[in-house]
């Protein structure tokens, strides 16, 4: 394996790598200077609590015990095994701050990963995927939390790369052994495991049958996942957020829209309440999974719109949440994009949402709440003004006839919209993390034919 291709190669490309170690540690020394541990992995985020208390179950053996009690299993099975490892192999609760420091370490592996990805795009301003960065929040932010997406990022560039480069048979052994190791980092990716074989035995040309076959190893991994959570808790199942997000976020959302917000909430209540007269952690979840996918197929349709609706949510929205959270800041209590969608769509979302933040802005009852704001518009602009770059980029590349149909670019495509379609209701730009390094490419090179109205580049 050539090691000469990984290589960055122009010197703007180095010197925009340089400048992201600065910005990288610039907000760590944020993180240390508010000494906001406890605020944000016990209080602000939940989902970071939760993961080092599956690292302080995995030290005690606890994480391997099973447990049927339906609280228990809850917790025991949320979080699958390999990020609150990597957290307890750095010393857990009591540690968080050297966890941090070597997350930032991976953020700057990261960053040179999707400078190199760029460069191999034939952009010439990679300081363009820096501005993206920096005014996409959650993804610096949560390079400073503990959360698995950093772990998430460097392995989906790596395939990104693989596929930019051409498929050899090492290069897909090592794709199907990410695809593998994914959903055991984020629970999400387990049902990309089964578009992955399809992809594969449709798409994937001039390789011998039983590499194809690899393709089945990420399924039978979750498979055998699924299979140990049944023996610790007696339900077959990857993760209980799967129906904690189906119910309490995906179904809520869809109610509050369709029945207004009580209604929706009193909705989603009394399913809950009723799920409790089973006695068994197996017996709640059968009840929730049936009562939720019963009504999904009764509203399919209205569901599904709705669902994608949701999706361009997260495109533009600027992580308002989690910027007053990592600057150690209280939420102001007026609902956000979500509420306004809900209300009467997209565009009067975007439009209220602005007219918020500039109420905050003018109203900042201190510099950091201005500071916080004026970060927030900046960041909410962009992500709309993005949108622009990225459907500038998409229009010509296609022209160009750019874009081959083959394995490389199918995965490439899924794996885009898989992503983009399970931030559905939630909308939280989280999760659009794994692939934000697309987005970035896409509109720094969008921006740069635009400005100079230069064609696609031979890649």
């Not at 959360?147 to 480069?165: N, T, V, W």
């Not at 996918?293 to 719109?305: F, P, Q, S």
């Not at 510099?367 to 602009?381: D, E, H, S, W």
Request: proline share 4%.
């Amino acid at each position: 394996m050539s090691l000469q291709y990984y290589k960055l190669e122009h010197k703007k490309s180095k010197q925009a790598f340089i400048f992201s170690i600065f910005i990288i540690f610039f907000f760590f020394s944020i993180r240390l200077l508010t000494n906001t541990t406890e605020y944000l992995d016990s209080y602000g985020i939940g989902d970071s609590y939760g993961y080092l208390l599956a690292s302080d179950w995995i030290n005690s053996g606890k994480y391997f015990i099973p447990n049927k009690n339906p609280i228990s299993a809850i917790e025991l099975t949320r979080r699958p095994p390999i990020y609150p490892l990597f957290i307890s192999l750095l010393g857990g609760h009591n540690h968080v701050y050297f966890i941090l420091f070597i997350q930032s370490l991976i953020g700057i592996v990261s960053f040179y990963l999707i400078i190199l990805y760029y460069e191999k795009l034939k952009g010439n301003a990679p300081s363009l995927l820096l501005v993206c960065a920096i005014l996409t929040p959650s993804y610096i932010i949560f390079m400073q939390i503990i959360m698995s997406e950093i772990l998430i990022i460097p392995l989906i560039i790596i395939i990104a790369l693989f596929c930019l480069r051409g498929i050899t048979n090492y290069r897909y052994l090592i794709i199907q052994l990410i695809v593998s190791i994914l959903p055991l980092i984020r629970p999400i990716f387990f049902p990309f495991t089964i578009l992955n074989i399809f992809i594969t035995l449709f798409f994937l040309k001039g390789t011998k049958g039983y590499l194809k076959i690899l393709s089945v190893i990420p399924f039978f991994v979750t498979m055998g996942y699924m299979k140990y959570n049944e023996y610790r808790t007696g339900y077959y199942h990857f993760t209980s957020i799967e129906n904690i997000n189906l119910l309490q976020y995906n179904l809520k959302s869809f109610k509050e829209f369709e029945l207004g917000n009580v209604s929706g909430d009193n909705w989603t209540d009394s399913i809950l309440l009723e799920s409790k007269k089973y006695t068994t952690y197996s017996e709640q979840n059968k009840y929730i999974s049936n009562i939720c996918r019963t009504e999904i197929k009764k509203n399919l349709t209205k569901y599904t719109i709705f669902h994608i609706a949701c999706c361009f949510k997260a495109i533009v929205d600027p992580s308002r949440y989690d910027v007053f959270l990592f600057f150690k800041k209280e939420v102001p209590s007026h609902s956000g994009v979500v509420k306004a969608f809900n209300e009467k769509g997209f565009f009067y979302s975007i439009s209220k949402s602005l007219g918020w933040l500039l109420t905050d802005t003018i109203n900042s009852p201190s510099k950091g709440f201005l500071i916080a704001n004026i970060y927030i518009i900046v960041a909410f602009v962009f992500q709309i003004g993005k949108l622009f770059f990225i459907s500038y980029f998409l229009i010509i590349f296609y022209k160009a006839k750019k874009f081959n149909w083959n394995y490389p670019t199918i995965f490439t495509i899924c794996f885009i919209g898989f992503n983009f379609l399970i931030t559905g209701p939630v909308a939280s730009p989280r999760y659009l993390i794994p692939i934000d390094f697309y987005i970035f490419c896409a509109t720094a090179l969008g921006f740069e034919f635009w400005i100079n109205r230069k064609k696609a580049p031979n890649i």
